[in-house]
């Protein structure tokens, strides 16, 4: 009889686990989100200041991006990336990035497929990253490159890359908490 | 032509740095206020890499003067009264301070702004300070001031050579010429 209720028990758990999934958020306070960009021929950073990410565990990942808290260190270039030329945050002050297809590609590797829309542009993008669970918590990181022109960012006289270069960096690392929905 | 000033002579090396430093400087200087005036583009940056990396060549020439000179003598100055030639040595210490406070000052900009800079699209130029909004606008009022002097002494400079050799009808210009 103990044996039948701690079984009972044990599988109840566990059907609990995967029926509802596990939602976690992301902690502001210690997660970045950074890119970086040729000018000039040399790398140059910036950084997202504000931003969430949402995760219904190998379900959904959902990231918003507040456009305007860009950051690149200099007042000059702040000014000029928040132009109508660049993100013109006036028009298109988010970005969102929404993947309901999410692979495992190794244990701790997961691949969201989804789309990205930015700057008023949605395009299929692949976001790989990783999933390294702590005691109370989970770092997640990950890396990829987009092309600046598929979001029409930078007006075509800066088209031919020379100067800002095409491709950006885009690197995260966000710590995850566990979301405890009411 | 000899290679080390004498007494009365220019040797080689003065006469080509300091004809090479004039026509740097003469196209630094509208190039900078140029560059700096435009509105952004990819011409604007182009010119700013130009603009560092003569900055940059005209700090390795001056630095290279200086060593030459103190490891040397130089032509004395003819016919001048004391103060005459007072001011003349003023003038010239000054082009110096300037011909090395200039591309520092620049330097201090660049790197205070967070900017990477690849001198003639070739040579990476280090960082000397980390982004700091402060010291760029600092470094930025000491270039400015240091640009307005350097033209300044330029034309003290330049109308000086030319007033002893239409004028005075001496061989002070003729002397630095080959």
């Not at chain 1, 132009?83 to 988010?94: G, L, N, P």
């Amino acid at each position: 009889m103990k044996y039948l209720i701690l079984t009972t028990y044990l599988l109840s758990a566990l059907f609990s686990e995967l029926s509802t999934a596990t939602n976690w958020q992301s902690e502001p306070a210690e997660s970045e989100l950074i890119y970086s960009v040729n000018f000039e021929q040399l790398p140059i950073n910036g950084q997202f200041k504000e931003f969430s990410v949402d995760y219904i565990a190998q379900q959904q990942l959902r990231v918003e991006v507040n456009i305007a808290s860009v950051d690149m260190s200099n007042s000059d270039i702040n000014q000029a990336i928040r132009d109508v030329d660049w993100f013109d945050i006036k028009s298109h002050s988010q970005a969102v990035f929404l993947s309901d297809n999410i692979k495992a590609v190794g244990e701790t590797e997961f691949i969201a497929e989804g789309q990205l829309q930015l700057k008023g542009i949605s395009k299929p993008v692949s976001v790989p990253f990783s999933w390294q669970a702590s005691a109370e918590s989970v770092y997640m990181t990950g890396k990829l490159t987009l092309s600046r022109s598929d979001f029409s960012i930078g007006s075509p006289e800066w088209a031919s890359g020379d100067q800002i270069g095409i491709d950006v960096s885009v690197s995260f690392a966000v710590k995850m908490l566990k979301h405890v929905s009411e | 032509m000899t290679l080390r000033n004498t007494e009365t002579h220019w040797g080689w090396p003065s006469k080509v740095l300091h004809w090479l430093t004039a026509v740097l400087i003469l196209i630094q200087i509208p190039l900078g206020f140029y560059a700096e005036e435009i509105k952004l583009s990819p011409l604007k940056l182009d010119l700013f890499v130009w603009h560092k990396s003569l900055g940059m060549l005209i700090l390795l020439l001056a630095i290279e003067r200086l060593l030459w000179r103190m490891t040397g003598t130089i032509p004395k100055t003819a016919d001048a009264s004391s103060l005459q030639r007072r001011l003349a040595q003023l003038a010239h210490a000054t082009l110096y301070v300037l011909m090395i406070a200039l591309p520092i000052s620049g330097w201090i900009i660049s790197s205070a702004a967070n900017i990477p800079t690849k001198l003639f699209w070739l040579i990476e130029l280090p960082a000397i300070t980390g982004p700091d909004e402060a010291l760029k606008s600092l470094a930025a009022e000491a270039h400015e001031v240091c640009v307005f002097l350097l033209i300044a002494i330029l034309v003290a400079h330049i109308g000086a050579a030319l007033r002893h050799h239409f004028i005075m009808r001496d061989s002070i210009l003729k002397r630095m010429w080959f």
